[in-house]
């Protein structure tokens, strides 16, 4: 019948790093285990024969390309904080228009007291709490006043936010347009360089044969 | 006398390419000999060492010298290798614990060693190419790196007695692998 931990005591009989007290314990169930020992004893040497790999020298590679982008320590997180704040800026448009959004459908106000300020959603609650002596007339006219102010400032918010995400997205748009037409022109400059180029040395072959042409001619005179 | 490798990464850091140069150059020849082993392959094997090296620059200024350059290189060079292992096999390797790999058929005279001209290093070669990639791999970081069953389990983040078991399983197949070999 096979040992249940064969397995464990060959690879433990391979472990340097066995505590005393695990290396008696390995070497107390060997003393009762012939299977243990004749596997370790058929195993033993082949560790040995892989160990007698000869390292190969590492070929010719360029080690110098990686080490032209050292940074000091230290630049290397302020440049990535750089960054995260730059990729942050993109997105506050949206994350105003969110906010302003989310004030929107929850009615969201802030109300500052003497006593300090809170936060209330749903815009008639402060009306009801600030105002209990009022009759329901007085209420519901107060209530129509609050909800007409307050639409007309959240409408003011979505306006404004749109108005600012839309500058910015046209201002985004125009710096493409601007980087785009400065591409077309300098490749129409280049165009234009190269044909003149082109232009120029035909000029000069068209003189080239002119040359030989003549001096053909003079060698066939008599 | 040659300076230590926490004072070349300093170095390195403060902008001396040499300093790079010189530790890359120390440790080079490790890197690249494990990646011969268990990439089968001299042009996966430099691969590896760019790879690593590049790793390693990028990250260097991380490195707080908590624990021993080797052992921190160490551990960026196994990842390195099972991601190559996993790309040049497209599949997943090691999520399958003792999953065996269909064995590549060669002779002695297989052309894929040839570039090995030390014929003990051939015949190594071929035994573990011969072995399923996981038991490759605890091979490579038991026999060639000497870590622990520990260091093992926590790089591999196995448990200890998994890693003991790989590495039986990996003998055994070796030694059948030398039997029909002589």
Redesign the interface.
Known sequence: MSCPR???S???H????LTPSQRQELEQHLASCAECRQEIA??QD??A???????????A?D??P???H?????S??LRRRADSWRKAANWLPLAASMVLAVAVVTQTRLNVTDDGWSLSFGGAAPSVTSAPALDVAQLNALLQSHAEVQQAATRQWVEAALRAHGETTAENLMQWVNYIEQQRQQDVQRMEAGFQQLLDRDFQTVDSVRQLASYVMYQELP | MDKSDSELIEA??????AA??TL??RH??RV??LG??LLQD?DDA?DL??EV??GV?RNL?RFRGESQFSTWLFRVVHNKAIDLIRRRQAGPVLESGLEEFPEPVQDEADPQFQY?E?E??RQ?SQ?MSRLSTTQRVI?EL???Q?L???EIAALQNIPV?T???R???A??S??TM?EKQS
């Open positions: 064969i397995a464990l060959v690879a433990d391979f472990d340097d790093s058929q195993l082949i560790p024969q892989l160990r007698n790999w000869q390292d190969m020298a590492v070929p590679w080690r110098k990686q080490a032209r050292v940074l000091a320590r230290g290397l997180p | 390195t850091l403060a902008g001396n390419v790079w140069e890359v150059r080079e020849a690249y000999n011969l082993r001299p430099l060492v760019q090296f590049l620059y200024a090995l030390n003990q290093n190594i035994f091979v038991k026999v060639f000497s622990t069953f520990e007695n890693a003991k078991t590495f039986y399983a003998l055994r070796l030694k030398m």
